[in-house]
């Protein structure tokens, strides 16, 4: 699975049928509700720019 964030606030998803197990799925969801009820993303270390190359 291959997740990636755009500016504003929009997360998105790939997904590979092939090669996913329910557990990965399941596991993904774990993990975001776990960021999302911490407020994870408000950590200053995730507010900062990195250089693009």
């Known amino acids: 699975m291959i997740c990636d964030f755009r500016a504003p606030g929009v997360v998105r998803f790939g997904l590979a049928t092939l090669y996913l197990r329910y557990m990965d799925i399941w596991e993904a969801v774990a993990v ?21 190359t």
């Open 32 to 52: 975001i509700t776990s960021v999302m009820e911490e407020q994870a993303w408000k950590q200053d270390r995730f507010n900062e720019r990195a250089a693009v």
